[in-house]
C-alpha cells in the first residue's frame, strides 16, 4: 500500500507531485509528505499526519518548491501513523520514499546504528535513507550505485524513490513485489505507483518488473537489474485510460461514479469478445485448449475480499456452464496450505490492482509447483498479470474508490465469459444454450442501466436502519455470494458489523441472533431458490426482524413481508448476480452517506493491499 509520486524535469514540481498523491490516497492516508531539491541544491521536506489536506495546509504556510521531487502517502505498517513515521525519510542528503516492508530491519539498524546513524522514526523505512546515505557517504558511491547496494541488502517487499541534495536533477527508483511505474515525458520523466497519478502528464509506462532500478534524469531514463547491474530489455507500454477517467465527474463521490459507470464498464468487459452470430466468446489472451482443459485435475480460483466473491460466483458458472468444479479460494489461506497443484492444475487469480500480496503469493505457489497460472484483472502491466500466462483484462477503468463496485461486476462479466468459453471448449454447450447466455449477457449493461435511473428507497432504508449495530445478509445458490459482497460493503464504508449468510444456514445458528433491532437483507428474486429463501424470510419475519427483501419487479407478494423492497429486473439466473450487485452497492453506499462516513477512503483500508 502506501503511494509514490517522483518527478525529475524542468517546471517547479511540488503542485504536480501533490495532484499525483490526491490520485493516489486511495491507496493510503495515514500521513503525506513531500521532498524537493530547491534551486540552491537544498533537500527541503515537509511532512503531515493524516489526510493529504493536512500537508497542503502545511505546504500553503510553509511553501517548498524544486525541479527534482517525490511525494508520499501513507498506509501505515511499521510505526503509528504521526508525523515523525511519515515519510519522506532522510539521511544526509539523501531523501528516500517507500511502499512496502523491509523484513531486515531491525537488523539493518542495529548495524547502522553501531556506525553513528542516528535514526529519527519507528519506521522500517528509515533504514533505507541512512543505508544509501552510508553508501554514499561513507563509500563516495555515485547515486544509483548507492541505490542498488543498498537494495542488495534489503529483504521484503518495497518500491522506493530516492532524490539526494547533492545530485540535483535525478531520481532513482527500485522494485521488489510492490508497483512502480515509470512516465516518459517530454523533457521530464516520472515515477510513481499507479499510472492514474502520472496520467496527466503522459501516458507512456513502463512498468518496472521485480528486482529492477531506474536512474531518471529530465532528458533520459537508464533501467538495470539490480542484481547484475545489466540494462535488460524493457518495452514502453501506451495507456489507453484518459486523465478524466479518475476524476469525480459531478458525483459526490467516487464510489457513486463508480457504480454509475458500470454500464459502460461491462459493457467494455464484453466488446470484442463475443460473437452473437457465430455463437462464440473468443478469448485469444488465455492459452489454454481443450485438451489442457480435459487433462485437469485441479482447479483453484483465488482472490481476496470482493475478488473471492467473483470466484465465489464463478463456481456456479463453470460448474453449469463447463462442468468444471473450481476449489474459490481466499489467497491468504491458499498460499499457507498444502493444496495439491500440479502441472495438471489450473490457478486463475482474480484481482482489480493485480497488486493484492496475498493473490500474487498464491498464484506463485500454484506457478512453482508447475500449475497453469492465469487471471482476470484490471490494471495492465500490474504484477499479477506479468506473472500470468494469460490474462483477461476487466475494462472497468481506473477503480478509486475503496470499495470495490464495478471492478466487482467487471470480474462477474469476465469469469462468465471464461467459463462460456471453457464450456465451448469442452463441448459443452448448444448453439441454442450459448446464444442464450450471449443474449442475456449482452443485454446486461443496458438492464443495469435502467435499474439505476430507477427511484428506489435507498434513503428512507438509511433513515430507518443507520443506527444498526449489525446487519444480517442472506442470499442462496448464485446470491449467497452477493449476500457476502453486500455485507462486506455496508462494513467497509458503513463500519456497521454485517453478516452476509446462505440464506439455507440460517437455521444452524443465525437466528439466533434475530429480534427487532438486527435488520435482515433478503435477496429473494424468482430464481431457483425462490420458495426456499421465501420460507426464511417468513423465519425472519416471525422472530421480529426487520426485513429489507431484493425481489423481482412485479412481486406482489414481497411487500407484505417486507419493512422495505428494492427490486430486481427479471433476468436469466446466470447473470442475476451482476444485476444484484447494485442494490447491494447502493444500500452500503446511502448508508454510509447518511451516517457521514468517508466514503472512498473509509479508515483502517487501502485499495490495494500489498502487504501480507
Ligand atoms: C472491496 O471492496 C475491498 N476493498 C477489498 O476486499 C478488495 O476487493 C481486495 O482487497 C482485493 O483487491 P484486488 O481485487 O485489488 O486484489
Redesign the pocket.
Known amino acids: 500500500m502506501c503511494g509514490i509520486v517522483g518527478y525529475v524535469g524542468p517546471e517547479l514540481c511540488a503542485d504536480l507531485v501533490v495532484d499525483g498523491l490526491r490520485r493516489l490516497e486511495y491507496r493510503g492516508y495515514d500521513s503525506a509528505g513531500l521532498a524537493v531539491v530547491d534551486a540552491e541544491g537544498q533537500l527541503l521536506t515537509r511532512r503531515a499526519e493524516g489526510k493529504l489536506t493536512n500537508l497542503v495546509k502545511r505546504l500553503v504556510e510553509a511553501p517548498i518548491d524544486g525541479r527534482t521531487g517525490m511525494g508520499h502517502t501513507r498506509w501505515a505498517t511499521h510505526g503509528a501513523p504521526t508525523e515523525d513515521n511519515a515519510h519522506p525519510h532522510r539521511s544526509g542528503s539523501i531523501a528516500v520514499v517507500h511502499n512496502g516492508i523491509i523484513e531486515n530491519h531491525v537488523e539493518l539498524k542495529a548495524e547502522l546504528s553501531a556506525l553513528g546513524h542516528a535514526f529519527q522514526s519507528e519506521t522500517d523505512t528509515e533504514v533505507i535513507a541512512h543505508l544509501i546515505d552510508h553508501h554514499r557517504t561513507a563509500r563516495g558511491l555515485a547515486l544509483s550505485e548507492a541505490v542498488r547496494q543498498a537494495v542488495l541488502r534489503l529483504h521484503g517487499a518495497y518500491s522506493i524513490v530516492v532524490i539526494d541534495a547533492t545530485t540535483p536533477n535525478v531520481i532513482v527508483g527500485a522494485r521488489v513485489a510492490s508497483p512502480l511505474v515509470l512516465g516518459l515525458g517530454q523533457g521530464a520523466n516520472y515515477l510513481a505507483s499507479d499510472v492514474a497519478a502520472i496520467l496527466a502528464h503522459t501516458r507512456d509506462m513502463v512498468f518496472i518488473e521485480d528486482g529492477w532500478m531506474a536512474t531518471l534524469t529530465p532528458d533520459g531514463v537508464d533501467v538495470r537489474v539490480v542484481a547484475t547491474n545489466e540494462s535488460p530489455r524493457w518495452e514502453k507500454t501506451t495507456v489507453t485510460w484518459s486523465p478524466a477517467m479518475a476524476e469525480k465527474g459531478g458525483y459526490k463521490h467516487f464510489m457513486l461514479k463508480e457504480i454509475h459507470e458500470q454500464p459502460r464498464a461491462i459493457a467494455d468487459t464484453l466488446r470484442g469478445r463475443v460473437s452473437l452470430e457465430r455463437r462464440t466468446v473468443d478469448l485469444p489472451e488465455i492459452p489454454l485448449t481443450r485438451e489442457d482443459l480435459e487433462q485437469l485435475r485441479h482447479f483453484y480460483i483465488v ?5 473471492w466473491h467473483a470466484g465465489l460466483v464463478g463456481r456456479y458458472l463453470f460448474e453449469d456452464l463447463a462442468g468444471l468444479s473450481p476449489h474459490v479460494e481466499v489467497a491468504s489461506e491458499l498460499r499457507y496450505r498444502n493444496a495439491p497443484m500440479d502441472e495438471r492444475t489450473l490457478v486463475l487469480a ?7 500480496a496475498d ?1 500474487l503469493a498464491a498464484l506463485r505457489e500454484g506457478k512453482r509447483k508447475g500449475a497453469r497460472i492465469i487471471s482476470i484483472c484490471n490494471v495492465i502491466g500490474a504484477s499479477i498479470p506479468r506473472e500470468c500466462e494469460g490474462t483477461l483484462y476487466t475494462h472497468a477503468g481506473p477503480e478509486i474508490g ?3 463496485t464495478k ?1 466487482f461486476t467487471t470480474q462477474l462479466a469476465a469469469v462468465h465469459l471464461l467459463a462460456l468459453k471453457f464450456g465451448q471448449l469442452l463441448g459443452r454447450l448448444d448453439d441454442a444454450a450459448m446464444e442464450a447466455e450471449l443474449t442475456a449477457l449482452m443485454h446486461v449493461p443496458t438492464v443495469i442501466e435502467e435499474e439505476l435511473s430507477k427511484p428506489a428507497d435507498y434513503l428512507e432504508i438509511a433513515r430507518a436502519w443507520h443506527e444498526a449495530a449489525s446487519m444480517l445478509y442472506l442470499g442462496r445458490g448464485n446470491l449467497y455470494p452477493l449476500a457476502l459482497e453486500g455485507a ?2 455496508l462494513k ?1 464504508i458503513s463500519y456497521i458489523h454485517a453478516e452476509g449468510y446462505p440464506a439455507g444456514e440460517m437455521k444452524h445458528g443465525p437466528i439466533a441472533l434475530i429480534d427487532e433491532r438486527l435488520p435482515t437483507v433478503v435477496l429473494n428474486p424468482r430464481d431457483a431458490h425462490f420458495q426456499k429463501v421465501r420460507s426464511n424470510l417468513a423465519e425472519v419475519k416471525a422472530r421480529s426482524g426487520p426485513v429489507l427483501v431484493v425481489a423481482t419487479e412485479g412481486d406482489t407478494d414481497a411487500a407484505d413481508l417486507a419493512d422495505f423492497t428494492l427490486t430486481l429486473p427479471a433476468v436469466p439466473e446466470h447473470v442475476l448476480p451482476l444485476v444484484a450487485a447494485v442494490p447491494m452497492q447502493l444500500i452500503a453506499y446511502t448508508m454510509a452517506d447518511f451516517k457521514g462516513t468517508d466514503v472512498d477512503q473509509p479508515r483502517n ?1 487501502a ?3 500489498t502487504v501480507e
Open positions: 482472490g481476496c475480499g470482493t475478488a482474480i484481482s482489480q490492482s493485480g497488486e493484492t493473490t475503496v470499495a470495490s471492478a462486506l460493503k467497509e483500508l485499495k490495494s493491499v
